[in-house]
């Protein structure tokens, strides 16, 4: 019996579910490049790029491994647009009796995915993703009965059923997590490794001009498009920050310097979401750099908490708390994302360089998507499907199962503290001590109020201010709400009034 077995941009990998029983001289693999995936939000041109090539060319590889392939190429006429179409189609056109796929990351696309079979005819089988280190009856069970979800309960135990950075049982320097040492802001003179760059194959560059053209009304270029786009190629990627920038991630992995977007990050998030590298393989590269004495501990332990603390946590969040999770709005912020999210001119240096290398580079590292660009977000009272919109089309790595509780949960504490036990809500002190953008801003950081003041700076008191009823009774905020108190009437109101008149004009479309 024939089986068609679909095959989605997020799941190039080898160990897929849904193709360890698979015969290669009867059942057929299918891949779908489909205008509907690629435009549900406007997708950043370089994460098509990523995407349609690294589809390509595993596609090209499993054809030279014997089996049966067919591409649906998004230029292709008889491609229908959408995925449930192309499946029905390609189901019939390859004398199909059975369709079996590994199920989606995104809820809509498991939604979709489950009106297959009435579409095609055919009876489909859809398979849990066991890519992942911790599947959904597994963080069902640890959630089960816990009144507060935190990551770092849950990344304990995920090191200790993996094993990962024990002595016997218990961890490594004997602490769970060492982020206190890596808060550090670099230094002038700090030399930034370069990341691992590609040049495009023919392969590559077809897939640039098909986006170029196709999508040309979406954020950034595919010109400059540098990203692995094979299963060899990450790992090189990996091993070139094993070697390189790991021994340094940890101490500057929250630093932010004027142009310098890559710094000692990873960058493997991209392969890691898309199934080009795996979890594990990551972790145990990391684990053997400390073993072996070529990284620190707080370096090697900050880096796996990331993948087999963060990652499987915000997955797991996402598949307790959706569909309802989608539409949380715990402050009921309703501001439209501004133009300057878009790359419209602003004073403020440090959006500016967030944002510019996000449109560039499709890429930002953690503390800028959540310390400034989420930051701004929070206290501006942006409203949260508009974040999540933009974020989801920006990010080469975002797809809606770790976009939406990193940006809903963590970065607009719009689910009411299932992520986070307070909003990360910071004024410009917190920026000037992490980076350099403050030396060259329009606004001085120290200033708290007037026309020069930094806008995180009254900003942030507005917000504490504006949502008292809800935030008021947080134990993380007692101190910080008695300092508030303690401020002069007229100092209150100034910030305030300096507030609102910020607000007004970025309403307006004002360059602030």
Known sequence: MAVLRPILADQLSPSLASLRDADRDSDWLLFCEVASEAGYVKHHQKKITLLFSAMRHYAEQLREQGWQVHYSRLDDPANTGSLVAEVARLAALLGCQQVVATLAGEQRLVDEMQSWQQHSGLPVELREDDRFLASHDDFVQWAAGRKQLRMEYFYRDMRRRYQILLDGDQPVGGAWNYDSDNRKPA?????????????????????????????????????????????????????????????????????????????????????????????????????????????????????????????????????????????????????????????????????????????????????????????????????????????????????????????????????GGVVASKPYAAGGAYISRMSNYCKNCHYKVKERSGERGCPFNYLYWDFLARHRDQLGNNPRLGMIYRSYDKMAADKRELIATDAAQFLTRLDSGETV
């Open 187 to 415: 230094p002038a003179d700090l030399a930034a490794v370069e990341p691992l760059r590609f040049v495009p194959d023919a392969i590559t560059s077809e897939v640039q001009g098909l986006v170029a053209e196709h999508f040309d009304d979406h954020p950034g270029s595919a010109e400059g498009f540098h990203f692995a786009v094979t299963r060899e190629q990450t790992l090189e990627v990996l091993e070139h920050f094993i070697g390189l920038s790991l021994p340094l991630f940890g101490d500057y992995q929250d630093a932010m310097v004027e142009g310098e977007p890559w710094l000692f990050h990873s960058h493997i998030s991209f392969y890691l979401n898309c199934g080009l590298l795996l979890p594990l393989e990551c972790i145990e590269a990391a684990e053997r750099a400390y073993r072996n004495g070529r990284a620190p501990l707080n370096a090697v332990e900050g880096f796996i908490r990331q993948i087999l603390g963060w990652r499987e946590y915000v997955r797991g969040i996402y598949w307790l708390k959706m569909p309802d999770y989608k539409t949380a709005n715990f402050f009921n912020a309703q501001r439209p994302l501004p133009a300057l999210y878009w790359g419209a001119q602003t004073q403020m240096n440090c959006l500016a360089q967030c944002v510019g290398e996000t449109l560039d580079n499709a890429y930002a590292h953690h503390i800028q998507r959540l310390m400034v660009l989420g930051n701004f977000a929070l206290l501006a009272g942006l409203a949260p499907s508009e974040v999540n919109d933009w974020y989801l089309a920006v990010y080469a790595d975002a797809y809606e199962w770790v976009e939406l509780p990193n940006v809903t949960g963590m970065v607009l504490f719009a689910d």
